[in-house]
């Protein structure tokens, strides 16, 4: 079936050269990039997506009670960190 398509100058230099590298007429070149470019955006429906599922890790020991981590404790061991990483330079 013939169709005229209105391409961007570079995507159709692209192509040309592609067919001419490859020993292949333009209209089959284009018609491989189309069906990959169809292959790739295949997604399923909105309703039979598959829920992702993360790995269950099993720990040695339970988990310490929780702490809430905020913005200024994570702040706080940075420099704690930070200050052990420059004493022990420092020793050296």
Same mark, same amino acid.
């Given at each position: @079936?013939?169709?005229?398509?209105? &391409?961007?100058?570079? &995507?159709? +230099?692209? @192509?040309?050269?592609?067919?001419?590298?490859?020993?292949?007429?333009?209209?089959?070149?284009?018609?491989?990039?189309?069906?990959?470019?169809?292959?790739?955006?295949?997604?399923?429906?909105?309703?039979?997506?598959r829920?992702?599922?993360?790995?269950?890790?099993?720990?040695?020991?339970?988990?310490?009670? +929780?702490?809430?981590?905020?913005?200024?404790?994570?702040?706080? @061991?940075? &420099?704690?960190q930070?200050?052990?990483? &420059?004493?022990?330079?420092?020793?050296r």
């Amino acid at each position: @079936m013939k169709t005229t398509f209105d &391409l961007p100058n570079d &995507l159709l +230099r692209e @192509m040309k050269l592609r067919a001419v590298l490859e020993g292949r007429k333009l209209k089959d070149v284009a018609a491989e990039v189309l069906r990959r470019g169809l292959a790739e955006t295949k997604t399923p429906s909105r309703g039979r997506r598959r829920r992702v599922t993360l790995p269950l890790i099993q720990c040695r020991h339970p988990a310490a009670p +929780r702490k809430e981590l905020t913005a200024d404790k994570v702040a706080e @061991m940075l &420099l704690k960190q930070e200050a052990e990483w &420059l004493h022990e330079t420092a020793r050296r």
